[in-house]
């Protein structure tokens, strides 16, 4: 037989009838932005734009090439700066003031054949000399390291650049891909993600992007690895430092 202390207790956990009900905000959708799409980078751009980026914001595309990742983007809703080596403006020393722009976006060459000092040779033949057009402006020059370690050097000296002109929770958007070269797998998204997050970087989002055709290849013998028909956006936050002198998180 139960104590009257112990109905008490039970009561006390009864909720009244004049006890407000707990309801949950937000309404039930599929319209949200996904981490991976089959489709192209001006498709997908604007979504990330939407989802990271406010409207209003001073944004540096620092490899702008064809300007291919704005064009379903408003362009009245962005104070938007393009600028790439073929205007003479190198991603690893931009003329921008420390701490001075909202968003930065990077998407410089992700091939080390891209690299290659000789123009003709860059993306080597066949099938990948398409890439020249769209991928490089032609006039990229690799005086330090060689084939894969030239492409992550890239990177990240674009990243300590960006860490210096971005302001605090500014945010950076990087395109890139990963490589098999001189038959080794190299999971570049991964290098530049670790690589970030050592200059301050807080990586924030990422997007897997699927080509909408299939891939050839030229002068196939065997295949050892998987072809690549997916690159990367990814997004990251500068984080702000804290008195300690080390960064902090922001959400």
């Known amino acids: 037989m139960k104590t009257k202390q112990q109905l008490n207790l039970q009561l006390t956990d009864v909720p009244s009838k004049d006890a407000k009900k707990r309801t949950q905000g937000g309404e039930s959708t599929t319209d949200v932005v996904m981490s991976a799409s089959v489709s192209g980078n001006a498709d997908i751009f604007p979504e990330i734009l939407k989802l990271h980026v406010p409207v209003g914001a001073k944004i540096a595309d620092v490899t702008y090439g064809n300007g291919v990742f704005w064009r379903n983007v408003d362009l009245e809703s962005y104070s ?8 003479g403006v190198d991603c690893r020393d ?34 990948l000399s398409a890439f020249r057009a769209y991928y ?50 190299w999971l570049t998204h991964v290098e530049i993600i670790n690589h970030y997050a050592q200059l301050g970087f807080y990586a924030k ?33 500068k984080m702000p430092v804290n008195k300690n002198g080390k960064n902090y998180r922001s959400r």
């Open 136 to 185: 490089s402006n032609g006039d990229e020059v690799s005086t330090g390291p060689k084939w894969h370690a030239a492409v992550s050097d890239l990177y990240f000296k674009a990243g300590m650049e960006a860490h210096r002109v971005l302001k605090d929770n500014g945010v950076m958007i990087v395109k890139c891909q990963d490589e098999v070269s001189a038959n080794r797998q």
């Open 80 to 87: 938007l700066t393009g600028t790439d080596i073929a205007m």
């Open 205 to 237: 989002d990422l997007f897997v992007v699927v080509r909408t055709n299939k891939a050839g290849i030229s002068r196939l013998i065997k295949q050892v690895h998987a072809r690549k028909n997916h690159s990367y956006f990814l997004v990251f936050v």
């Open 94 to 127: 931009l003329p921008y003031e420390d701490s001075s722009l909202d968003a930065l976006v990077l998407d410089p060459p992700y091939m080390e054949g891209l690299l290659r000092n000789n123009k003709d040779h860059k993306a080597g033949s066949g099938a």
